[in-house]
């Protein structure tokens, strides 16, 4: 390197975002993620050895997985390359390989290729790299969001493995914050400080994302004027709420937290927890999620969670979905909580659920079985001589029901609905046995 790339070098250090210019470059400096970095874990002792084998790195943003990828960088004798699925293709695949194949030919040396947002390659381009993850040619480094389970090949995911990365806790982004102000990796050279208020403010806004509260901190320290009587530039609270005008949501309608979120919120209702249902409705809604969705989800909810145990529960969600789409934001949202919250308070019962999923076992099993001749339809010329007489019309009995077969012969026993003792399928079970008495 010559003294021109060396400064250009330093010029882009000082350029580059704070939370790039503060990544570790040693496992010793990372922050957070004990559960796999810890001195006693099986990842540590593999980056430590230099012992790495195909990894993939999932987690939420901010949790530091290209961090840890440039820390593996930092300290393999590996030759490391970087691609990002997003910008790359097969030919930059094809080329890494090419070249790993002559490196390991000629100098026995080893290459690790990194693939951030692994997930967004598509089927055939992760199947590409399969053979040469199962020969050794590279060492495959994959970062994604998305839960790999969902999207990555199962293939790749044998030959791998997995690592979840969590959210960092309020603690590691204080310890990350102060270090951004105050270190010379950081901002040090500006003579910044932060209050403890600030400190907490932003970490708590940050919800386990790192990125999040350095680009406040940056934001702060960047536009903020200096004290006249200390000459330093201030961090305190109205500073820090400043920079964050709007508290971040992770939430993205095609991520894994979506389906998370959604999925909590299901189980709150069918959980009979209004509170936990309108806070989960309340951050969809916040970061943006389609309001027809929601409805959507509340309408099964009301069948598949309270069916007979409250039949308005369907009705109630059925009304608010349209209710919804005619109405509109902003006082839609006051609409889905009415239909979520009546459902989560509703008398519970799955029932239903159970009488259609045995039924459609029955169908599948006895498929053929034939209807009841008494059943069949007997107002054509002929039905009665074909034997489609006897059948007995409730109306005409005490309690308008009258004791007669109505299932095929092959599942003449079988009882597929059996209400529960919740709401009012207690008094359907109660009707039941009283006009069965007769």
Known sequence: MDIFDFMRTEKSKGDCPLARRLRPKTLDDIVGQEHILGRDKL???????????????????????????????????????????????????????????????????????FVDEIHRFNKAQQDFLLP??????????????????????????????????KPLTKDNIKELIRKAVYSEDGMASYDAEITDEAVDFLA????????????????????????????????????????????????????????DIISAFIKSMRGSDPDAAVYYLAKMIYAGESERFIARRIMICASEDVGNADPNAIVVAAACAQAVERVGFPESQIILAHAATYVATAPKSNSVVNAIGSAMEAVK??????????????????????????????????NHYVDQQYLPDALVDEQFYIPSDNGYEKEISEWFQKIKKH
Not at 55 to 73: E, F, H, Q
Not at 81 to 107: H, P
Not at 368 to 385: C, F, I, Q, R
Request: glycine letters at 8%.
């Open 365 to 398: 099993k006895y498929g053929n079985a034939h209807v009841p001749d008494h059943l069949k339809d007997a107002h054509y010329p002929g039905a009665k001589e074909l034997g489609h007489t006897g059948y007995k019309y409730a109306h005409d009995y005490p």
């Open 43 to 113: 990842l540590y002792r593999a980056i430590k050895a230099d012992k790495l084998s195909s990894i993939i790195l999932y987690g939420p943003p901010g949790t530091g997985k290209t961090s840890l990828a440039m820390v593996i960088a930092n300290t393999t004798s590996a030759e490391f390359k970087e691609i990002n699925a997003t910008t790359s293709g097969k030919k930059d695949m094809e080329e890494v390989v090419k070249d790993a194949k002559d490196r390991l030919r000629m100098y026995g040396k080893r290459t690790i290729l």
């Open 132 to 165: 040469y993850v199962e020969d050794g040619t590279v060492i495959l480094i994959g970062a994604t969001t998305e839960n790999p389970y969902f999207e990555v090949n199962s293939a790749l995911l044998s030959r791998s493995n997995i690592f979840e990365l």
């Open 204 to 259: 708590d806004i940050a919800e386990g994302d790192a990125r999040h509260a350095l680009n406040a901190v940056e934001l702060g320290v960047l536009s903020t004027e200096r004290d006249e009587k200390t000459g330093k530039i201030v961090i305190d609270l109205k500073v820090a709420e400043e920079c964050v005008q709007r508290r971040h949501i992770r939430y993205e309608k095609d991520g894994d937290n979506h389906y």
